[in-house]
């Protein structure tokens, strides 16, 4: 497992029990979840037999995500995945972690 990797699911570990806001910016599309963490998960590519399915992070816990009219709704799973694919952590404190990866920029915060 890459060393970035193993950092993100250090910090995460240490905030199990707590809610954190996931900001999620693709192209021009910003996503806001509210999801308080149970437990974390890691997928890792080769061990899967889907070819789609990258290298995960997997959050379990419960959430919900602010919908257009700026409402908090249910996430249909107990879960969110953060591929991990290309990993850059941009800042990481007691409170925060910014990261890019291939896909999309996350800004991980502490509610």
Same mark, same amino acid.
């Given at each position: 497992? =890459?060393?970035? @990797? #193993?950092?993100? $699911?250090?910090?995460? %570990?240490? *905030?199990? &029990? $707590?809610?954190?806001?996931?900001?999620? *910016? %693709?192209? +021009?599309?910003?996503?806001? @979840?509210?999801?308080?963490?149970?437990?974390?998960?890691? *997928?890792?590519? +080769? +061990?899967?037999?889907?070819?789609?399915?990258?290298? !995960?992070? $997997?959050?379990? &816990?419960? &959430?919900?995500? /602010?919908?257009? +009219?700026? %409402?908090?709704?249910?996430?249909? #799973?107990? &879960?969110? =995945?953060? !591929?991990?694919?290309?990993? #850059?952590?941009?800042?990481?404190?007691?409170?925060?972690?910014?990261? #890019?990866?291939? *896909? !999309?920029?996350?800004? /991980?915060? @502490?509610?």
């Amino acid at each position: 497992m =890459e060393a970035n @990797v #193993q950092k993100l $699911i250090d910090w995460l %570990e240490a *905030r199990k &029990g $707590i809610t954190l806001v996931i900001e999620k *910016r %693709e192209l +021009d599309d910003l996503d806001t @979840v509210h999801f308080k963490l149970e437990t974390v998960d890691y *997928r890792n590519a +080769d +061990d899967v037999i889907d070819d789609y399915l990258d290298s !995960a992070v $997997i959050l379990r &816990g419960t &959430g919900s995500t /602010l919908n257009a +009219d700026g %409402e908090l709704v249910p996430l249909p #799973q107990p &879960g969110y =995945e953060l !591929a991990v694919s290309g990993l #850059q952590l941009h800042e990481l404190s007691e409170a925060k972690v910014d990261l #890019q990866t291939s *896909r !999309a920029k996350y800004s /991980l915060a @502490v509610s």
